[in-house]
Antibody
């Protein structure tokens, strides 16, 4: 079964750090771009970051640049999100998702076709 | 950055109704648009990709259309399990320009 399972969420004080993990199974993890997407309480979806199959390219939404770092360990079939200098506005459910991407000369994006169940991050004093 | 809008923000409908949701991009995105369904407390589910391609396993009552800046998601005959929030998502110029979701449209029971 294709599956993504997030972990590492919790309560953290403003300015603190947290590392989220996402364990992949049932597919060739090293063949896929991967993303983190978050959802603040009662709000919509916000893409946070993504990473290329070999980790050589990483992209972030402006609001987390310089504070969050996405990484992966293909040997462990795992995706990570290191979150530093956390703010109250980072409070959200964080999902990892598999990006369905094709490539010839250019990239062809076919959506996020597998999602984890989410892990909750609460930033509060 | 490309901004996405959706209309309506919410719609009340009955089982069997035809429901249409509109998504508009602030600039042309060709056909790089996906639609997701999310139920409360659950992860989103991919319904449509590349504006009009049905994801495997998704019922054929769901369809997508459009290109450029204007897109629609249509549910031809609303079923009880379709009451949910629907999001559009653009990924034009992937990966360097990021990914943006629309604000969502909630479909609830009339």
């Amino acid at each position: 079964e294709v599956q993504l399972v997030e972990s590492g969420g919790g309560l953290v004080q403003p300015g603190g750090s947290l590392r989220l993990s996402c364990a992949a199974s049932g597919f060739t993890f090293s063949s896929y771009w991967m993303s983190w997407v978050r959802q603040a309480p009662g709000k919509g979806l916000e893409w946070v970051a993504n990473i290329k199959q070999d980790g050589s390219e990483k992209y972030y939404v402006d609001s987390v640049k310089g504070r969050f770092t996405i990484s992966r360990d293909n040997a462990k079939n795992s995706l990570y999100l290191q979150m530093n200098s956390l703010r109250a506005e980072d409070t959200a459910v964080y999902y990892c998702a598999r990006d369905a991407v094709g490539q010839l000369v250019d990239y062809y994006y076919y959506g996020m076709d597998v999602w984890g169940q989410g892990t909750t991050v609460t930033v509060s004093s | 950055d490309i901004q996405m809008t959706q209309s309506p923000s919410s719609v009340s409908a009955s089982v069997g109704d035809r429901v249409t949701i509109t998504c508009r991009a602030s600039q042309g995105i060709s056909s790089w648009l996906a639609w997701y369904q999310q139920k409360p407390g659950k992860a989103p589910k991919l319904l449509i990709y590349a504006a009009s391609s049905l994801q495997s396993g998704v019922p054929s009552r769901f369809s997508g259309s459009g290109s450029g800046t204007d897109f629609t998601l249509t549910i031809s005959s609303l079923q009880p399990e379709d009451f949910a929030t629907y999001y559009c998502q653009q990924a034009n110029s992937f990966p360097s320009r990021g990914i943006t979701f629309g604000p969502g449209t909630k479909v609830d029971i009339k």
